[in-house]
């Protein structure tokens, strides 16, 4: 054997060792080819050898390359296939390819590679890994010499050769990556089991597949309505284009809008020609490729997972394939998600629910619809909650507001609610309404919402006893949409203010029976006592007058004058006991100069001394006076009777809405009101006006009867 061939050889068996064992170590597959490419080159006696793949787009990119010179003609991006015409005829033909000086194609205009470099020789043979061409070796020379004859063959071997270690590299690279993608999946999932929070598990999902595919930036976006997007993950340089939080519109040809239009992986490999604000954003960070794929939760296109690269090497073929992993993820997390949200919702709700029965239960009206226009702002988390009452000829009265805007202005007011407008559609069609936007829209409601900056208003129909009665009204000023389940919420609460609105009409209707019997009692003593004092004891007085005269003209020392003087002495005793029954049926004090002078009454014909605390002399509401009256004259009457006290004192005092009457005595206590004392009638009396009457009396502690009348009425 010739000694060169040998030494050869050698060589050829040199640089393939060199490469197993660097394959071996676990180098990258760029330096196991090179350093087997710098040896390949010595052999053949070649200026450069490159080691060339053929991408899913048909075009050439350099996986290794060594120059034995300073000049280099590798170009480590990418060209099209047809730009390279050893490589394409090697690729075409699936067989080893010879281009000499003598035999190279006629001159390109512009010149190739070989020309530029002034190539005389080259010489290239097909990879082929699985029975398809996976791309080609290609040896150039510059010298005047061109490559040897066999050149070929012997490129043929190592070609071969570098096949088995191609694959290798290849298989290594594909279960690296597996192990990578796995464990990407894996700590996601770890953080969806820890029931983390949302932001926190976007972010990592876009983290992880950033890293895996190794691109230059990952997003999570979400779609919401109008062709809206919100990114809400974000990973990689791309991420100074499009930061967390930022909503987009998605009309355009950009990946994002093509997942959202078609609901399918998209792919975009030259940003150039993208429309829309997202094409826009991404040139602007420089973005060349990008890959999307779409997220599904709970069946429907929930978002899309976004990657790019900022290179001009185009995204690998199985990107779409290994997003989907991510996407599923996504959904799973965003299920998990829901389902936890739906519990915490549904706590805060029972919770809102509650508080809001509680209020109701304890008849605490004037607090009852603000305390539900308050929880459902706060559950629903919008700005503002309204409650309104329908009346007659299209108007609507405020009860309760809360939130901003400033609602709180409006409470108490009647406005017109006709035109475009929640309100008006919920009046006519008895059903729940929502509008989002009412610069178009007419009437007051709509004129005002556009004032208060209102972008969303949605309300929900009231009922009580089978009738509409009015409607509760959530608003909001940003830019998103209220949660389609809204409406089914809000019915929970006009239920339960369908409840309150019952029981306190119940409540009125019976506190309103109560006042009537109780009015028209007294009305009726009043007639009475005016009768007796008009009528009985006038005639009275004129009947006991003319029996004065009568016994004026009698002698002095007739019997018959001793008895006349007697009839008119009895009839004036009975005189006084009527004018004290009229007083006890209704005291004309009372009518005439109002509480403080008919204390001072009561006190002055009391047995035992009181002690007064009143206030100012003023009239109140007549129902109030009387009430009181009886509730200080009932207890000075058994104080008197049974309390063997030695003082009493009767306090007067307006508190808040309310006038508190308190009559104490020191006496020996033990008063039991449900034993059929007269203080089951002041209690019915006391209540029928919506007020209370208590009663503390400990043995030997003296007894306090305390009564609250409210003046202004529910």
Known sequence: ????????????????????????????????????????????????????RIDHRNKIVVFAAWSAKDARIIDLD??????????????????PVRHDSTSRPAAADPPSEAETFAITSSVGVPIVLDGKVWGAVLVHSIGDVPFAADTEERLSHFDASMSAVVTNILRTAAVEQLIAEQAALLRIAELVARE??????????????????????????????????????????????????????????????????????????DYSSVEGELGALQRGVGMRAAVGAPIRAAGRLWGALVVGSIVEEPLPAE???????????????????????????????????????????????????PTIVRE?????????????????????????????????????????FGGSNPGDYVWHSQRPARQHGFTEGEGLFAELSVQLGITETLAGPVFVENRLWGAIVVVTTGPGRLPPDTEARLGQFAELIATAIGSMKSRLELIESRARIVQTADQTRRRFERDLHDGIQQRLVSISMDLRNVEQQLPA????????????????????????????????????????????????????????????????????????????????????????????????????????????????????????????????RVEALGGSLTVHSPPMGGTTITAKLPMVFV
């Open 196 to 269: 983390s929070a949302a932001e926190d598990i976007f972010h990592a999902v876009a983290e992880q597949l950033g890293r895996v595919t190794h691109v230059s930036g990952a997003q999570v976006f979400r779609f919401d309505d109008e062709e809206l997007a919100t990114s809400v993950g974000s990973w990689g340089p791309v991420d100074s284009g499009i930061k967390v939080g930022r909503q987009l519109n998605t009309r355009g040809n950009s990946v994002t809008g093509q997942v959202r239009a078609t609901g399918l992986p998209a792919r975009v490999e």
């Open 557 to 684: 020392d007739a019997v018959s004058r001793l008895q006349v003087s007697e009839i008119a002495d009895n009839l004036v005793a009975a005189l006084d006991d009527l004018r004290e029954l009229s007083r006890g049926i209704h005291p004309a004090i009372l009518s005439e100069g109002g509480l403080v002078p008919a204390a001072r009454s009561l006190a002055r014909r009391s047995p035992i001394p009181v002690t007064l605390n009143l206030p100012q002399p003023g009239r109140h509401p007549d129902s109030v006076e009387v009430a009181a009256y009886y509730v200080m004259s009932e207890a000075l009457a058994n104080t008197a009777k049974y309390a063997q006290a030695t003082t009493a004192e009767i306090t007067i005092a307006p508190v808040d809405k309310s006038l508190v009457i308190t009559v104490s005595d020191d006496g020996i206590g033990g008063a039991d009101h449900t034993k059929g004392s007269g203080l089951i009638g002041l209690e019915d």
């Open 78 to 95: 990418h060209w099209l296939l047809e730009d390279d015409q050893l490589a394409r005829e090697v690729i075409r033909t699936q067989k």
């Open 376 to 416: 459902l702002a706060l559950l629903h988390r919008v700005e503002g909650t309204v409650i309104i009452r329908y009346e007659d000829s299209e108007l609507a009265t405020i009860l309760a507001a809360w939130g901003e805007p400033d609602l709180a202005q409006f409470i108490g007011k009647t406005l017109p």
């Open 1 to 52: 054997m010739d000694e060169s061939l040998e030494e050869d050889l050698k060589n050829e068996l040199a640089a393939l060792r060199a490469g197993a064992a660097l394959a071996a170590q676990g180098a990258s597959p760029r330096v196991v080819l090179e350093t087997a490419a710098g040896q390949m080159t010595h052999v053949l006696r070649a200026d450069f050898l490159e080691i060339l």
């Open 319 to 369: 990107t779409e394939e290994r997003m989907a992993k991510f996407a599923d993820l996504v959904g799973v997390a965003l299920s998990n998600l829901d389902a936890r949200d739906s519990q915490r919702v549904l706590a805060e709700e029972q919770a809102a629910l509650r508080r809001v029965a509680t209020v109701v239960a304890r008849e605490e009206w004037d607090v009852t619809l």
